[in-house]
């Protein structure tokens, strides 16, 4: 009998590929109780995980990761940029045209009025980031729901 146990990993070597053991080891093993339970708990373990189920997974997993990988790039609207771009272009030589006189107009308006026009584009912006937001948190969501089905199915 062998008074030197055999290693954890020995064991586990062992217990992985059988038909590779030597022939002193399967003596030990068979002589000695303590390494003989650690070989069985390895088998065992070995065993218990080639009966579990095997995962599946989605197959469109590689399209959904490539998309990741790869930039989108958004569409360009064109017609809404050449309607901003000729309105900015419009605004911009009327106010060298007739600055002054929106100036004047500007300040012979009631209190009120001037608040609004003040007050609309902040409005606007505003409205602007609140519909961003929300357009952000339906994309968030919409990568929660695509990673959660990359969990792995279990076939229990």
Not at 62 to 72: A, R, S, T
């Amino acid at each position: 009998m062998n008074s030197t146990h055999l290693t954890e990993e020995q064991l586990q070597a062992l217990a992985d590929s059988p038909n590779d053991t030597t022939r002193l080891e399967m003596d030990h093993i068979s002589t000695c109780a303590a390494c003989r339970i650690k070989f069985e708990n390895y088998q065992l373990i070995n065993l218990t995980i080639q009966e579990l189920p095997m995962a599946s997974f989605d197959p469109d997993l590689p399209d959904y990761i490539v998309g990741m990988l790869i930039p989108q790039r958004a569409p360009i609207h064109w017609a809404a940029l050449l309607a901003a771009s000729l309105g900015g272009l419009l605004v911009t030589v009327a106010a060298v045209i007739y600055g002054k006189q929106f100036i004047t107009l500007f300040i012979q308006l009631p209190d009120i009025l001037r608040y609004f026009f003040a007050l609309l584009p902040l409005s606007l912006i505003s409205v602007q980031t609140v519909l961003s937001l929300i357009r952000y948190r339906q994309k968030m969501n919409t990568i929660i729901k695509k990673t959660d089905s990359l969990q792995p199915k279990l076939d229990w």
